[in-house]
């Protein structure tokens, strides 16, 4: 009998220059099993956490794609882009007298409007869907794409001193502009480029990121991470990285329900059960001896659970 498919959670350090499919593509490659997913994408240009899941592993994603975040960033005041990064060429030049007007007080100023809960619009070049297709398809075949503005949560956006600099474009002659550095913590479905695009433009200058990287997602960072190995690499047979456990998982990004034997069998069959005591959370993980057993949501008034995803089957359980 073949070895079981992998199962469990995959924190990569996405390199720069790669898309969020092609580090799944390539975690197939490395792990040999097609079951593999990622928990919200990064942009090509951006580096850091991508969480991926393998085997059972996918169906706990769902749990984690509305994790908070944190990204480290540089803007760039005073150039704007088709998609407010480094991935397109610059379109838009602020003038040397307004650049020079930017400070740092009018750069907190900026800031500050735009932390907190806000209303934000995405950039147009996005994989947001709209009537079922993807924007940025939309703006690549000539489209004018106008995003619906969304509420997001920016609970802490901080930047460095600004840094005057000289920048020269192949699209224009040589212009100033202003560097900063900027800390993020913000809500899942928060564009990082849209925030340096607003800050900018709060301040008549335009503007677009340089650099991204993802620090964090939910409980999981950098140093839980591990490099993608190259194709190269691959093709020497590369060892797997190890798997963070489903219940690790789950205990780090839901509330937990100790189960009974008895429990962890009505649950792996299907069946509902009475809340354990001192459970009073709508969605819940449910371990048993180490072993996620489901994902758990209360029914019949908080009175009973019942499974919302299940992850354990009455044989898993045989030996426990």
Not at 34 to 60: F, I, N, R, W
Not at 252 to 275: C, M, N, W, Y
Request: hydrophobic fraction near 40%; proline fraction near 5%; aromatic fraction near 4%.
């Amino acid at each position: 009998m073949g070895a079981s498919a992998p199962t469990g959670i995959l924190v990569v350090d996405k390199p720069g220059g790669m898309s969020s499919h092609a580090v799944v593509s390539r975690v197939r490659k490395w792990f040999g099993t097609s079951k593999v997913g990622h928990a919200g994408t990064l942009d090509p240009m951006a580096t850091g956490v991508l969480v991926l899941g393998l085997g059972k592993g996918t169906k706990l994603l769902t749990y984690l794609v509305g994790a908070d975040k944190t990204y480290s960033a540089t803007i760039r005041l005073g150039v704007g882009t088709p998609t407010d990064d480094a991935d397109s060429a610059p379109d838009r030049f602020a003038p040397a007298d307004a650049i020079r007007n930017v400070d740092q007080a009018s750069i907190a100023r900026g800031v500050e409007r735009l932390t907190g809960n806000i209303e934000q619009v995405p950039s147009a070049v996005s994989a947001i869907k709209v009537d079922g297709k993807r924007a940025y398809d939309l703006v690549r075949a000539g489209e004018d794409v106008q995003l619906k503005a969304r509420t997001v949560t920016v609970s802490r956006f901080e930047v460095s001193a600004p840094e005057l600099r000289a920048c020269e474009y192949d699209a224009s002659p040589a212009c100033e502009c202003v560097d900063l550095e900027a800390s993020v913590d913000c809500s899942s479905g928060t564009y990082i480029r849209a925030l340096a695009r607003d800050l900018g433009d709060s301040l008549g200058v335009y503007g677009h990121l340089t650099q991204l990287r993802r620090d964090r997602v939910g409980p999981f960072t950098l140093d839980r991470a591990v490099e993608l190995p190259s194709y190269e690499a691959l093709g020497e047979r590369v060892e797997p990285a190890p798997l963070i456990s489903l219940a690790e998982v789950a205990s780090a990004v839901l509330p937990t329900v100790e189960l009974s034997r008895e429990q962890a069998v009505d649950v792996a069959h299907g069946k509902f059960i009475d809340v354990p005591a001192g459970s009073g959370e709508r969605v819940c993980a449910g371990l048993y001896d180490g072993i996620l057993v489901a994902v758990l949501e209360s029914r019949a008034g908080g009175r009973a659970l019942k499974v919302a995803t299940g992850f354990a089957q009455p044989a898993d359980l045989n030996n426990h």
